[in-house]
């Protein structure tokens, strides 16, 4: 009851981002969670201003359903009263009258920006109402100080200082679903699309989805193309063609300018393609597809983690806080001064008016620096300055995983930038023993990037069972270095190669592990490759199950999971679609638990809601089955509701890939050949190469907000063989968040709160790995 007596109100304001909804739902239910009242605003600011019905208290019921929808359930609409002072009175008067002192306004910039400026004349505009006789100076003296704190709403992510803003993912997802689309068409007709995408301001929709989906040219606002672009534009689309691809895929933010300012239209490059090379050319306006339909699941977990934060971020608040933005950096929540975002917000576009486009973009923050630079060097080839003296292979390993594809693209694309032959091999350890090794090129990766599953081949093989006929290949065509993209058995594969060193020589070589698995249960890495399009297709079905529960009242459903004896899957989903509870493996539960449960179902359906989900990771206990929750919650509610039981299975593993996962592959691949270079270079004496320091096997990671790289050797100690897990799992601080918005009842001590941190050029400067 850490917020009795406090009354939090909440609006969402500018144009509308997928991802809304899950907010305003975390802030209202983590709000009544503390004890405190929460209000929800509709119609936005115009709300705030016209009070009556537009100002109504919430209940934990009143955000019910509504975390799987786009938009924003409480409305949103622009206002030009709140821009003056005087427009500024009646939002005042209204917050009092119920006692409202805390906001949290979800929205863009703008929107931000104008609650920073509520705050600062709060007492001013007491006063002035003290003074009309509007209110009463016990009510004036009660409600002295406004707390405001902000969520970034914006499918542009637009908002300097933080990685993502809600939405963004989610715009990714339309756009990567209309480019796949798009392509099947243009590869029939031999066609040219030029895809308008938005970013009025910010490039960044158009450099991800340029960067997942392998785009021939592109244009974004902070980076104009040189003097002279057509010409070297069309020539590229021919050169491409001439070498075997059926399509051209253009990407334009709508923003996009020469370097004189002046605008570049889709018409216009459409216009260029036509007259100079005779393609036949399309262009689609994507517009306002990208704000709808349902949010991503990282949109989902993203807004839930910060709405819970931001009403923290309200309890903590004290006089001397500043307005603050409740952010994500990399998998932790933190708190920025919201005008120092502000700012720096400001300066990109400053920079970008006063053609200092370098400069715009290292404004950008680290990360997008990184995108435009990997997006450069991945979509045309350049001829490497030298042969380099070495060899590199490449296999998949374990089950499929989406992402694979991307990662692999990326490694041949930049072995060959460097000058190093690459070979492919087929189906895993087992097509390295067997010899199932081809040398590749630039083009035979090509079109690779939305393809799910593995176009290699994958087996779960591991090497102990080959280890001779592996070593005798590895002689045969000279490998230095091997890039083994997989799960468990890729890490554990690699593991037994550098053990077998003292008996090997040959296996003295540089090894990269890319951790690639749906069940994230990869040590040294927070995410595998494949894990977000994994949580994704799990969301999409628990959706549609929940959909057909709202038709029979009533009814519960335990949906099984993959993911072996890691629970990541399990739990995220469950955040995602707002599951009842979701039993993992690492959270051990008894039969008072299960009881537990069973009475919260039951005293939910007493409600309007009445249906319920339950997710079961398919390890999490040796006699707690599938089968066992059923009969026990079929019993236990007879009369009060009935059961269904739905597993996922295999449907987890298929699909394209999401936005996220080909954008990670991708920069993954990079990194981890980049990475490899280096070593071999440093292992590299009187013609050949000799490593066996621990450090010369590693497994690439995403560790917190860094790219990481860990030896195997290390990773060994602090690994759970026997249940294939790492034995430090940092998502486990995620199930406090599942279960305070399931409404269990659980302290409040175990929630680690968000950091204030400071925006500045030098913290933009970090990469964050995203």
């Known amino acids: 009851m850490a917020g009795a007596g406090m009354a939090i109100a909440v609006l969402t304001s500018g144009g509308d981002a997928q991802g809304m909804n899950a907010a305003v739902r975390a802030v209202t239910r983590m709000g009544i969670y503390v004890g405190a009242k929460v209000f929800l605003i509709y119609e936005g600011y115009e709300g705030l201003v016209e009070g009556g019905d537009n100002i109504k208290q919430a209940t934990w019921l009143s955000v019910s359903n509504i975390i799987q929808l786009g938009g924003t359930v409480i409305g949103s609409a622009r206002c030009k009263a709140f821009t003056t002072r005087q427009g500024r009175c009646a939002p005042a008067r209204n917050l009092v009258e119920h006692g409202?002192?805390?906001?949290?306004?979800?929205?863009?910039?703008?929107?931000?920006?104008?609650?920073?400026?509520?705050?600062?004349?709060?007492?001013?505009?007491?006063?002035?109402?003290?003074?009309?006789?509007l209110i009463s100076e016990e009510v004036a003296k009660a409600n002295g100080r406004l707390n405001v704190v902000g969520l970034v709403g914006s499918i542009d992510n637009d908002f300097c200082g933080t990685d993502m803003t809600i939405g963004t993912d989610s715009a990714l997802h339309r756009i990567m679903e209309v480019i796949d689309a798009i392509t099947t068409t243009a590869q029939s007709h031999q066609r040219t699309f030029v895809l308008e995408v938005m970013g009025r301001h910010c490039g960044y929709l158009a450099l991800v989805s340029g960067l997942a989906s392998g785009a021939d040219w592109l244009f974004i606002p902070e980076s104009?193309?040189?003097?002279?672009?057509?010409?070297?534009?069309?020539?590229?689309?021919?050169?491409?063609?001439?070498?075997?691809?059926?399509?051209?895929?253009?990407?334009?933010?709508?923003?996009?300018?020469?370097?004189?300012?002046?605008?570049?239209?889709?018409?216009?490059?459409?216009d260029l393609v036509v007259q100079r090379l005779g393609f036949d050319t399309r262009v689609t306006v994507l517009g306002h597809v990208q704000r709808v339909g349902t949010p991503s699941a990282f949109d989902r977990v993203l807004s839930s983690k910060m709405g819970m934060e931001a009403v923290m971020a309200l309890l903590e608040a004290t006089p001397d806080t500043p307005a603050c933005v409740v952010s994500l950096s990399g998998n932790q929540s933190v708190r920025l001064p919201l005008m120092e975002c502000v700012q720096v917000t400001k300066d990109v576009q400053k920079a970008m008016d006063e053609k200092r486009f370098d400069e715009a973009i290292q404004l950008r923050g680290r990360s997008f620096e990184n995108n435009w630079n990997i997006y450069k060097l991945l979509a045309h080839?350049?001829?490497?300055?030298?042969?380099?003296?070495?060899?590199?292979?490449?296999?998949?390993?374990?089950?499929?995983?989406?992402?694979?594809?991307a990662a692999v693209r990326s490694a041949v694309r930049i072995s060959i930038c460097r000058g190093h032959t690459i070979y492919a091999v087929s189906d895993g350890f087992e097509g390295l023993a067997k010899g199932q090794i081809r040398e590749v090129g630039w083009h035979d990766v090509a079109g690779w990037l939305g393809r799910g599953g593995s176009m290699l081949g994958t087996k779960r093989t591991l090497p102990k069972t080959c280890m001779e006929k592996i070593v005798e290949n590895v002689r045969k065509f000279n490998i230095q270095g091997l890039l083994v993209i997989g799960g468990f058995?890729?890490?554990e594969g690699?593991?037994?190669?550098?053990?077998?060193?003292?008996?090997?020589?040959?296996?003295c070589i540089i090894m990269c592990v890319i951790p690639a698995t749906i069940s994230n249960n990869v040590p040294g890495t927070d995410f595998s490759l494949g894990s977000d399009t994994a949580v994704n297709a799990a969301m999409e079905s628990c959706d549609r199950i929940k959909q057909s529960a709202s038709g029979t009242t009533r009814r519960v459903f335990i949906v099984e999971t993959m993911g072996g004896y890691c629970g990541y899957l399990c739990t995220v989903t469950g955040i995602a679609v707002g599951a009842d509870a979701a039993y993992v493996y690492e959270d051990p539960f008894t039969i008072h638990d299960l009881k537990a449960n069973v009475e919260h179902l039951t005293d939910k359906m007493k409600t309007d809601i009445q249906r319920g989900l339950v997710l079961r990771n398919e390890k999490c206990h040796e006699h707690y089955t599938t089968e066992f929750l059923y009969n026990l919650y079929s019993s236990e509610g007879k009369g009060i509701f009935d059961c269904r039981i739905n597993v996922l299975g295999h449907l987890q593993q298929g699909g394209a890939p999401t936005p996220f996962d080909r954008n990670y592959g991708t920069k993954l691949g990079v990194k981890a050949v980049l990475w490899m270079s280096e070593k071999l270079q440093e292992a590299y004496r009187k013609g050949r190469v000799f490593a066996n320091s621990a450090d010369s096997a590693c497994v690439i990671g995403l560790r917190k907000k860094v790219v990481a790289f860990s030896p195997v050797t290390e990773l060994k100690k602090v690994t759970d063989f026997e249940h294939r897990l790492p034995q430090e799992q940092w998502w486990l601080n995620l199930r406090l968040m599942l279960k305070m918005l399931a409404n269990y009842q659980i302290s409040l001590t175990e929630y680690i709160s968000g950091k204030m941190e400071h925006v500045t050029r030098r913290t933009l400067s970090i990469e964050k790995g995203f």
């Open 381 to 405: 080839q350049k001829p490497a300055q030298e042969k380099s003296p070495f060899s590199l292979a490449i296999l998949n390993v374990g089950a499929p995983a989406a992402g694979m594809n």
């Open 224 to 270: 104009p193309p040189e003097d002279g672009w057509e010409d070297l534009m069309c020539e590229r689309l021919g050169e491409t063609r001439s070498r075997g691809s059926r399509l051209n895929i253009i990407i334009i933010a709508e923003g996009a300018i020469d370097r004189n300012g002046k605008p570049i239209s889709s018409n216009y490059v459409k």
């Open 489 to 491: 058995e890729a890490y």
């Open 494 to 507: 690699v593991l037994q190669l550098v053990e077998a060193r003292g008996q090997y020589e040959e296996l």
């Open 100 to 133: 409202i002192t805390n906001l949290c306004v979800i929205g863009g910039d703008g929107s931000l920006t104008g609650a920073d400026v509520f705050r600062a004349e709060w007492a001013g505009l007491l006063d002035e109402l003290l003074r009309d006789g």
